[in-house]
């Protein structure tokens, strides 16, 4: 089992940066693999970016790509979302979820383990 919690969110302006933090419970959590996953009012929930064990590999959604950045640090059981040039349409709850594999998977269900989410909103 393990437990997540996100931190970071809040209100922020268009074009500026906000670091978001995920962390895990337990020390095997540096053998999952981590995706963010955001869920805007009225919209399903869909992937944004995932890093996989060795932090080497990750992969982007479209919307996100050369402005969001994954990273984690497996000694402190946390994986980081740096966010850049921020839009108004990146507001949603951004949730982290973890995975006892090391494959990529932009599928929500997928992931048996997650937070419970930080708000983001982007003011125009």
């Known amino acids: 089992q393990v437990q997540l919690l996100e931190s970071g969110g809040g209100l922020v302006q268009a074009g500026g940066s906000m670091r978001l933090s995920c962390a895990a419970s337990?020390?095997?959590?540096?053998?999952?693999?981590i995706a963010w996953f955001r869920q805007a009012p009225g919209k399903e929930r869909e992937f944004v970016a995932d890093i996989r064990w060795s932090g080497d590999l990750t992969r982007y959604a479209d919307s996100v790509r050369g402005r969001f950045t994954v990273s984690r640090d497996n000694a402190k059981s946390t994986v980081y979302l740096q966010m850049n040039s921020l839009k108004p349409e990146d507001t949603a709850v951004y949730y982290c979820?973890?995975?006892?594999?090391?494959?990529?998977?932009?599928?929500?269900?997928?992931?048996?383990?997650w937070g419970q989410g930080t708000q983001v909103t982007v003011s125009s």
């Open positions: 979820a973890a995975r006892p594999d090391d494959d990529h998977t932009d599928r929500a269900d997928e992931y048996p383990y």
């Open positions: 337990r020390r095997a959590f540096r053998w999952y693999a």
